[in-house]
């Protein structure tokens, strides 16, 4: 098991930053691959972003290609979500998420075993 622990949320206007971290507890990380999914009140949670153990590969939902980037650190245990041009409905609480692997990444939320608490992203317009 791995805890997680989000930072980097706020209130933005549209068209700005944001970087969220995931700082992670296990000396392990690099065993797993890691994701970032999103809610927002009264919908699922979805997937965001997903990054393989090395860093090698990665994923995104079509709402956000082009302008958020994942990466990953793993001598520092953390994995980070790049998030630029912000829009309004990218307004949600974001979470990252651990899935112990071997390959790839997952797009599917019930392949993750380990999860944050959460921090909220507010985008103005």
């Known amino acids: 098991q791995v805890q997680l622990v989000e930072s980097g949320g706020g209130l933005v206007q549209a068209g700005g930053s944001l970087r969220l971290s995931c700082a992670a507890s296990?000396?392990?990380?690099?065993?797993?691959?890691m994701g970032w999914f999103r809610q927002a009140p009264g919908k699922e949670r979805e997937f965001v972003a997903a990054?393989?153990?090395?860093?090698?590969?990665?994923g995104y939902a079509d709402s956000v290609k082009g302008r958020f980037t994942i990466s990953r650190d793993n001598a520092r245990n953390t994995v980070y979500l790049q998030m630029n041009s912000l829009k309004p409905e990218d307004t949600a609480v974001y979470y990252c998420?651990?899935?112990?692997?071997?390959?790839?990444?997952?797009?599917?939320?019930?392949?993750?075993?380990?999860w944050g608490q959460g921090t909220q992203v507010t985008v103005s317009s």
């Open positions: 296990a000396r392990t990380f690099s065993t797993y691959s």
């Open positions: 990054i393989s153990r090395s860093g090698m590969s990665t």
């Open positions: 998420a651990a899935r112990r692997s071997l390959i790839g990444i997952s797009e599917n939320r019930y392949d993750y075993a380990d």
